[in-house]
């Protein structure tokens, strides 16, 4: 057997073989063949497809993937097949909802088939022994007649008379394949005695053939197809199913809404993009510098300042300069801005640069991202590295620094190359973030970015809804990659849409960045070119005398240049240059000749010998050197040229002495001829320069205006036009293309596709994108280290408008104002005035933060409360207690059980009580806890008398047995645990009940339980039966009703316990416990505002822990000394206990309905779900309360309330003092009234009602007359007493003790700096709202009337 993964037989293109070949051969022992032919059965074949996806399939153009359609048989069906090829054989398998299922299917070519016009016909289900075989119909290819292309198919299905639809649907899959095998004798593939079987998948192709040979198989899977000939008839079904339709629409409207917004943006973008010639420069200074200046991307990175800058060189420094620009704003996050600054002369190599700037604005703080210098008489570049902030507030809070230059080293650490690697790719190479930040200079604009996006976008919605829904075959090999898992067939749909998508639109991205503006020619200079000739054919006829004076100031500032600059070399020169020989052309160029040989005979001609003899030259030095002191000679250079240009334009008609115009001529090219010596030595060592100087290149450069750069390598300027044809066509095409998708989906289908298109997209453009870029900046900056440098040319030059008259920059009044740096007395001011500003924002949000919690708070609070259920409780106990007194026997409980509370709990309406509107949820039942016999011991007079003792209820004395009726002591101790009998004691886990707190004592959830059934029979019939067998006795201490109710009109849950209780004196007091709860919340406006309160209060907490986190940080263990800061955390801990109550009691009340659902004919307990909504209202209640003591910090910002709240903390002391005294009196007077009149006044039956009482008397509110009449001397001592001590005498020193501290603190009260930012806050908003406001401190009146003004003034610089 032979397996090949290419055809052999690939000469031969007729077959049309794309899968697999195999060869299945017989042969005897000694190697000779066996002929297999004309057998009688057909030998089975599978030829397996994913080997042919391994190594076949991946590189063909066409995707082949499978299509599956769920046709409803309601009536007629239909879909579309395509036959690639005429001896193609069509595989046509179903798989029906019901079995058996019959009917026909029709199959038409060009239109839809009849039942007398098809192509073929069959009637299902066939013949066979599975399901497979009975729903699979091959369609041969002498059925199909050769008709290739698109098929209809009509299914029909087959019911009985009088029915005229089935409930039945069908799955169709429709597989394209055959098989052929090479024919030796005419050396071609052919297909007989081969045909393709039933069990073809479409990952497998069967072959069922009479014979051996070489076989091989052609595979085609129909992809997700649709017609566009039917557009008609599939935009008629937009109503039902809009929804691609609409989404496409509205990605086109929006795009063009956005175009919109890009257009402003690129015009915006062009005016930042220019060089801005300051205004400030001197026009007598020609040496220029072009200054970069980059904004970094922080938050509020961008400043309001006006900036001034100044270069430091080895050799001299700049003049200060405004950078400013009336045409664009500057100093934006994350811009780029240049400037033009000329110097009088080279500065030497750069050591720094001086930033400053006034701190004025709205927003006065900047932060510095990094700076680059550019000399355009060399380009040499210089880099600075500052990534600092330039601000009073933030960073090393200053407005003034310098920054040195940067060395290759800092520039190539991997911190500054990934941020400037991640920068660059997210702000210009990445295609979506890049629309909202890309280069202002880029030629790539904001509108074609965004049609790429769009393009792009559309593209990719085809894609992925072509390919939506495959069916995958489970049998498929998976690939491991650690913990990615995935199928050829997902990798290969992957690719095929990467093939359809991206190099469209890669190649319309290509064009639009390579493409140069149509205003830049590829030679840019020519333009420029044309303009200079202009202007010189202009100049050429000027007035002679006035040209001539314009070369006479050329030379003169040359010569004074040339004097400034190297008057420590030779000082005697300075005097050669006098005013009176000015006039004089050519005795000022003679001057500068002797002054010119004269250096290069001193040895300054900047030239670097070779050693004589063993010497050793090292060319980095040298070229440093070199670099460093040829820079002024060059520019001299430039200057002596243009002189010479402009002589040769003048000629010697504009001289009178024309002897005089040749000898000036003649002088300037001999100085050049020297400067050329000095710059190009022909007999010395040559140095590769970085960029060789030649005086051609001097000649052509000299002069102003645009930067000139040939554009190799750029597409021309029309081939915009080419990419612009291109989004439309991928955008028209693609969108058309996917509404025909989305309609012949349906709608949920196109639902669920468009929300895993755009769940995807999301997490492709948030997570997977910005990964892919951050990773290949960390590969750039470890690896490639390389510094990518900005492009600067092709730039415009703009010159700043002039106000006025040119800056004199040795005016003091200019320097003194805006050149100067400000002095350390105006930035201690200004620092100082910026942390009021802030202390004052940062108190106007302490305020609205705390007024926005409390807000939430209190919404929070009573959003949980329903004032209904105040209603509901009074009602309902006013219901059950209306016969029920505090006195009440055995049998008065009888009675009140069988009429009052069987009335209201089974009243005329059937499983409600009372009036009819809540609901009996579950059964109600009656638990008693009783006590043991002979649980005290009587006294031992008494005992003949009173023979049993029974004891009050207490835990120890509780009886927990198990009895038979009528509490006669069961026989049998091994009863059944699920036994529910009213003798049997049952424990609070049984139960489901809760601890109860009475009046009396404190019970627990246990006890003898009996339920009262569903209605009023059962429930009598319960009673008589409890009353007849004595279930109440003497040992009864507790009696409990306990059930639930439901009312719909409130929506709320009512837990009802009613209790009977006796302290063993035979008589029983009533008590009752109501709690109403909301367990199903409404959904009304309200529910929805008070969740939104909740999230919010969320928040907010959230946001304080935040807050106290860090100072907790700050200060460590300090932090728990304060006050203030316990509080905070207080309220913290508490909100995160509401929260994990809050969601307890969810859980709980779910469990409990949950439990009534399967249990409706049980006692339903909700008392769980009712213990944590009360914890939960206890710790709002508490938070409410802190909260509100909270509110006391803020009222330090007043003065007054400042004075007070510091007068208590002064007198602190003393009233511990006194607390603890009138806490000793309070616990002396409670105990002495216990003592005397606990055991006949209810207000002093315990020592916790005495104390209460005693408190109450301090307040005025006491009842005299029930101490008065029981003994009046006693209580009139024991009340007067009180009265005197506590009221008089120490209420009144503790009074004097808070007047005291108050007074002293008005004398040594200090204000403190919160009152200065009140006043401070306070004129921002009266200033807000255009009201004056008048500070108190700011004018103090003397004895004499005249006013002291004590405020700090702050005076702006114009």
């Not at 397996?3 to 070949?21: D, M, Q, T, V």
């Not at 190539?412 to 295609?431: A, I, P």
């Not at 000139?708 to 036009?721: A, K, N, S, Y």
Request: glycine share 6%; charged share 20%; proline share 4%.
């Amino acid at each position: 057997m032979l397996s090949l993964a290419k055809n052999p037989f690939s000469w031969n293109e007729k077959g049309n073989i794309s899968g697999l070949i195999g060869s299945l051969s017989l042969s005897t022992e000694d190697g000779s063949g066996i002929p297999v032919e004309n057998l009688s059965e057909d030998i089975e074949l599978i030829v397996d497809f994913y080997f042919f996806l391994r190594q076949i399939w991946l590189p063909r153009p066409a995707g082949e993937q499978v299509n599956t359609t769920v046709l409803d048989l309601g009536n007629y069906s239909t879909t579309i097949i395509d036959v690639p090829s005429a001896d193609t054989s069509l595989v046509i398998k179903m798989e029906p909802s019901l079995d058996p299922l019959p009917f026909k299917l029709y199959l038409g070519f060009t239109d839809y088939p009849t039942e007398t016009n098809y192509v073929a016909m069959a009637q299902m289900p066939l013949q066979g022994t599975t399901e497979e075989e009975k729903y699979t119909w091959i369609v041969q290819p002498e059925e199909l007649k050769g008709n290739t292309g698109v098929h209809y198919l009509v299914v029909r299905p087959i019911v009985g008379p009088g029915i005229k639809s089935i409930n039945a649907s069908l799955s169709v899959t429709p597989i394209a394949s055959s098989c052929r095998f090479w024919d030796e004798s005419i050396l071609d593939w052919s297909t007989t005695g081969c045909k393709v079987g039933v069990k073809t998948t479409p990952m497998a192709t069967q072959c069922l053939c009479n014979h051996l040979t070489f076989f091989g198989s052609s595979f085609f899977v129909t992809p997700n197809l649709v017609d566009p000939s039917q557009t008609a008839q599939l935009f008629a079904t937009f109503a039902e199913n809009p929804v691609v339709v609409c989404f496409v629409g509205a990605l086109f409207v929006t795009y063009l809404l956005v175009v919109v917004w890009a257009r402003r943006k690129d015009i915006q973008d062009t005016a930042k993009v220019k060089v801005t010639v300051l205004y400030d420069n001197n026009p007598k200074d020609e040496y220029r510098y072009l200054l970069c200046v980059r904004t970094g991307h922080r938050i509020g990175a961008s400043t309001s300042s006006q900036v001034i800058a100044t270069l430091l060189g080895a050799e001299g420094n700049s003049e200060p300069h405004h950078l400013t620009d009336q045409r664009k704003p500057l100093f934006e996050r994350g811009a780029v801005d240049m400037f033009l600054i000329t110097t009088p002369s080279f500065l030497g190599e750069l050591q720094g640069i001086r930033l400053w700037h006034d701190n004025s604005g709205s927003h006065p703080a900047w932060y510095v991202a990094n700076i680059m210098v550019q000399d355009l008489q060399t380009e040499q570049k210089w880099n600075f590295l500052c990534n600092s902030w330039l601000a009073l507030d933030m960073g090393d809070c200053c407005i003034d620094s310098i920054f040195p230059v940067s060395t290759e080293e800092e520039l190539k650490r991997f911190s500054n190359l990934f941020f400037m690697k991640t920068t660059r790719d997210f702000c210009d190479g990445h295609l979506w973030y890049s629309v909202v930040s890309r280069p202002a200079g880029s030629n790539f604009t904001c509108v074609q970015r965004v049609s790429c996006c769009f393009s792009l976008l559309l593209c990719t919605m085809l894609t992925s809804i072509m390919f939506y829904g495959i069916p995958t075959d489970p049998s498929e090999q998976v690939m491991d990659l650690g913990q990615f898992e995935f199928t050829w067939q997902q990798f290969m749909v992957g690719v095929q849409s990467s093939l359809i998508m991206f190099p469209i639109n890669v190649l319309i991205v290509s064009i639009f960045r390579n493409t140069r503006p149509r205003e830049t020619s590829c030679c840019g200079g020519r333009k420029k070119k044309s303009k200079s000739i202009q202007k010189d054919g202009t100049s050429s006829q000027m007035d002679t005398k006035a040209f001539l004076d314009i070369i006479t100031k050329d030379v003169t500032r040359l010569a004074d240049l040339l004097c400034k600059t190297s008057k420590n070399n030779i000082p005697t020169t300075e005097s050669k240059f006098g005013p009176k020989e000015e006039s004089e052309i050519n005795t000022i160029l003679s001057k500068m000749e002797d002054f010119i040989q004269e250096r290069h005979k001193a040895g300054d001609n900047r030239r670097f010998h070779l050693p004589e003899s063993g010497g050793h030259v090292n060319p980095p030095s040298v070229l440093e050197a070199t670099k460093k002191k040829s820079n002024k000679t060059q520019h001299l250079y430039r200057k002596l040229c243009h002189i010479d240009k402009e002589l040769s334009l003048l000629g010697p008609s504009s001289f009178q002495n024309p002897h005089s115009y040749s000898q000036a001529l003649k002088q300037v090219q001999n100085m050049k001829r020297l400067i050329e010596d000095q710059l190009f030595p022909p007999t010395h060592v040559k140095v590769d320069e970085p960029k060789k100087f030649r005086p051609a290149e001097v000649a052509a450069s000299d002069g102003k205006g645009k930067k000139t750069l040939c554009c190799h390598g750029m597409l021309p300027w029309w081939f915009v036009f080419v990419g612009w044809l291109l989004v439309i066509a991928t955008s028209v095409v693609s969108g058309y293309f996917t509404m025909l998708y989305g309609l012949k989906f349906g709608k949920q289908r196109s639902i669920s596709w468009l929300v895993s298109m755009i769940i995807s997209f999301f997490q492709s453009l948030l997570f997977i994108q910005p990964l892919k870029v951050i990773c290949l900046a960390v590969f750039f900056a470890l690896i490639i280290r390389k510094v990518e440098e900005e492009d600067l040319h092709n730039v415009e030059f703009v010159e700043e408008k002039r106000t006025g008259e040119t800056k004199d920059h040795d005016a003091s009044g200019m320097k003194r104002l805006l050149y100067e740096p400000p002095p350390p007395e105006a930035i201690e001011r200004m620092r100082r005035n910026k942390i009021m500003q802030q202390k004052a924002h940062a108190l106007l949000k302490e305020i609205l933060t705390y007024i926005g919690f409390l807000w939430m708070l209190l919404l929070v609070a009573y959003g949980q409360r329903d004032p209904n259920a105040f209603y509901l409780n009074q009602h309902i106990r006013s219901s059950f207690s209306g016969a029920a007194s505090d006195s009440m026997s055995l049998e008065d409980v009888f009675t009140w059980a069988n009429t009052t509370l069987l009335t209201n709990l089974f009243a005329e309406y059937p499983g409600f009580i009372t009036d009819g509107n809540s609901k009996l949820v579950g059964n109600a039942r009656v638990r008693q806890l009783r006590v043991k016999e002979d649980s005290c011991q009587t006294a031992g007079l008494m005992h003949p008398l009173v023979a049993d003792c029974n004891a009050p209820y207490s835990w120890d004395v509780e009886d927990m047995g198990s009895y038979d009726t009528g509490w006669n002591r069961s026989l049998q101790d091994n009863i059944s645990a699920s036994t529910s009998s009213p003798w049997k004691y049952q424990t609070q886990t049984q139960l489901r009940g809760r601890l109860f707190w009475g009046k009396t004592a404190f019970y627990r959830g246990g006890g003898f339980v009996v339920e009262l059934g569903p209605d009023l029979s059962n429930a009598s019939s319960t009673l008589e039966y409890l009353f007849e067998n004595k279930w109440l006795d003497m040992y009864t201490r507790a009696i409990f009703v306990e059930f639930t109710v439901y009312n719909a009109n409130v929506n709320l849950f009512c837990i009802i316990t009613l209790l009977m209780e006796t302290t063993a004196v035979g008589v029983f007091q009533f008590y009752s416990e109501l709690q109403s709860i909301r367990l199903y919340q409404s959904t009304d406006g309200l529910f929805f505002f008070v969740m939104a309160a909740e999230i919010i209060y969320l928040l907010f907490i959230l946001y304080y822990m935040f807050l106290q986190a860090k100072l907790m940080r700050l200060q460590r263990w300090d932090y728990f000394r304060n006050k203030l800061n316990l509080l905070e955390l207080s309220i913290i801990l508490l909100s995160m206990s509401a929260v994990a109550i809050f969601i307890r009691r969810t859980l709980l009340g779910n469990r409990d309905v949950a439990y009534y659902q399967t249990h409706k004919d049980q006692f339903a307990s909700f008392y769980d779900t009712a213990t944590a909504d009360q914890q939960l209202q206890y710790l709002i209640a508490f938070l409410v309360l802190l909260a509100t003591v909270k509110c006391w910090n803020l009222l330090r910002l007043n003065p007054k309330m400042n004075l007070l709240t510091a007068a208590l903390q002064r007198a602190w002391t003393d009233i511990s003092s006194f607390l603890l005294i009138f806490g000793v009196l309070f616990v002396a007077y409670s105990v002495t009234s216990n003592l005397i009149y606990g055991w006949k006044l209810s207000s002093y039956k315990t020592f916790s009602d005495s104390l209460l009482t005693v408190i109450s008397l301090q307040a005025g509110i006491f009842n005299y007359d029930e101490v008065l009449n029981g003994d009046p001397v006693l209580g009139g001592l024991l009340v007067g007493s009180c009265v005197v001590f506590m009221t008089f005498v120490l209420l009144n020193l503790l009074i004097s003790l808070v007047l005291v501290a108050l007074n002293r603190e008005q004398l040594l009260h200090k204000p403190s700096e919160e009152e200065e930012v009140v006043d401070l806050l306070l004129s921002n908003i009266f200033s807000l709202i255009g009201i004056r406001y008048k500070d108190k401190k700011d004018t103090m009146t003397d004895s004499s009337g005249f006013a002291l003004n004590n405020t700090k003034e702050i005076t702006k610089s114009p």
